[in-house]
């Protein structure tokens, strides 16, 4: 059975005109379950971890800063949202659920986050909508329990992983591929053990054509033994942020590829939703529906 890692506090409240779509973590759920893609039981309520599990990735002094409230202004308008308890709640509810999601996809195959990919965290700092590294913090477990030994991680949101580049980059454990706008935030990038940096305007046949010359190369050098994919959205032409050409079909042929690559290599992967920042709330939620329903037809 399919799980998704859901809870209500994902819905986080924001300043008004706040250029994050918060909204999306409702309408997603809601449609999919509409559909009739998922069903209640699909979804479980993530819990908060220990905090050794945070601090496996995390610096003591940003994590406990952040968790206390004590960040400086700087460092919380590095983040883009308001520090306040509800959203230390929220980002640590989140990792919870990305981790209990990556137990699932060893057990079933496949595991999903509705909301995570929070890429741009750093092991001493937030930044970019992204406070604690959601699949970073899940990683770390899975190798720390030895429920695996090789992981590879496939982010595929608009701009660089930047934090997941920092956490890992003298980790052989974990190889970080990421594909993304090369002329996107963020502007300064770090050294992933692969990146692609995509032209502005990047369309559909050139974005496909070398995700799929690269996928399977890397699947047979890296040879993980599991896999977390950050599938963000905003490589869609709708993007606000994006700076990418992709059509919904185009976003859509892309997961469809990385799912069923990972599938036919009996890969477990953990999926974390990442960005998507389209004007019009519907484009965000068709293409994230997209995955959870290719999820449900490949595996299910």
């Known amino acids: 059975m399919l799980k ?11 300043p008004e005109r706040h ?11 809601q449609q999919l ?3 009739g893609t998922c069903e209640a039981e ?29 960040l400086g202004q700087k460092e919380i308008r590095r983040t883009g949202f308001p520090l306040s308890r509800s959203l230390v709640h929220r980002e640590l509810l989140i990792a919870g659920g990305t981790l209990q999601a990556a137990k699932y996809a060893i057990e079933y195959g496949v595991g999903m986050n509705i ?7 750093y092991t001493n700092r937030g930044e970019g909508f992204c406070m604690l590294n959601d699949q970073a913090i899940a990683a770390k ?13 496939i982010d595929l949101d608009v701009h660089q992983g930047n934090g997941t580049a920092e956490v890992f980059k003298d980790d052989p454990s974990v190889f970080t591929f990421s594909m993304h706008g090369a002329k996107n935030y963020p502007f300064k990038k770090e050294e992933s053990d692969l990146d692609i940096g995509l032209p502005n305007e990047t369309e559909d046949e050139v974005y496909l054509e070398k995700l799929k010359a690269t996928l399977p190369n890397l699947l047979d050098l890296v040879q993980p033994d599991f896999v977390f994919y950050l599938s963000g959205v905003d490589v869609l032409a709708t993007d606000k942020l994006g700076k990418l050409n992709l059509t919904i079909e185009g976003c859509k042929e892309r997961d469809r590829f990385v799912l069923q690559t990972l599938k036919d290599a009996n890969l477990p992967v953990e999926i974390s939703m990442g960005g998507g920042y389209s004007e019009e709330i519907k484009f965000i939620i068709e293409a994230h529906a997209n995955t959870y329903r290719l999820v449900q037809k490949i595996w299910f």
């Open 42 to 70: 699909n979804f479980f309520e993530p819990k908060i971890l220990n905090d050794k599990y945070y601090l496996a990735v995390h610096d003591a002094e940003y994590f406990y800063d952040f968790i206390n409230l004590k």
């Open 33 to 35: 379950l509409y559909e």
């Open 19 to 29: 250029r994050f779509p918060m909204e999306k973590y409702e309408l997603l759920p």
């Open 115 to 121: 909301a995570g990919g929070t890429h741009h965290a």
């Open 4 to 14: 998704i890692a859901f809870h209500p506090s994902y819905i986080h409240p924001l």
């Open 141 to 153: 477990y899975l190798l720390q329990k030895g429920l695996a030994k090789q992981i590879l991680i």
